[in-house]
């Protein structure tokens, strides 16, 4: 399974022992969802010039970041440029880009 982002260590404690209690059937589905709003990190925002700002943290070309995020160059030009929004696993990896840089992807 993958590991979720919480957004403390005790929010990642108790939504390990909910999830417990769910592979129990102790709490329910709607009971799980609830502790999932709870506990993990929501997808952050990205604007163009924090896209921007990211790609040339990491010292790279729109069409090297495109290939490392799995996305088109035309995807990071219209971020870039305030077109479109990055959102779902593209956000969630410029979050880890931005935190880590390129070492990632190892």
Same mark, same amino acid.
């Given at each position: 399974?993958?590991?979720? %982002?919480? $957004?403390?260590?005790?929010?990642?404690?108790?939504?390990?022992? /909910?999830?417990? &209690?769910?592979?129990?059937?102790?709490?329910?589905?709607?009971?799980?969802?609830?502790?999932?709003?709870?506990?993990?990190?929501?997808?952050?925002?990205?604007?163009?010039?924090?896209?921007? %700002?990211? $790609?040339?943290?990491?010292?790279?070309?729109?069409?090297?970041? /495109?290939?490392? &995020?799995?996305?088109?160059?035309?995807?990071?030009?219209?971020?870039?440029?305030?077109?479109?929004?990055?959102?779902?696993?593209?956000?969630?990896?410029?979050?880890?880009?931005?935190?880590?840089?390129?070492?990632?992807?190892?």
């Amino acid at each position: 399974m993958a590991k979720t %982002r919480s $957004r403390s260590d005790a929010s990642e404690a108790i939504h390990s022992a /909910a999830s417990g &209690l769910h592979r129990a059937n102790v709490i329910d589905k709607k009971t799980m969802r609830e502790y999932d709003e709870l506990c993990i990190e929501e997808v952050p925002e990205f604007n163009a010039k924090d896209i921007a %700002r990211i $790609r040339k943290g990491v010292n790279v070309s729109q069409n090297v970041f /495109a290939l490392y &995020l799995n996305t088109t160059v035309s995807t990071v030009r219209q971020w870039e440029q305030g077109d479109k929004k990055p959102s779902g696993i593209a956000a969630r990896l410029l979050q880890l880009i931005q935190k880590n840089g390129l070492a990632i992807f190892g």
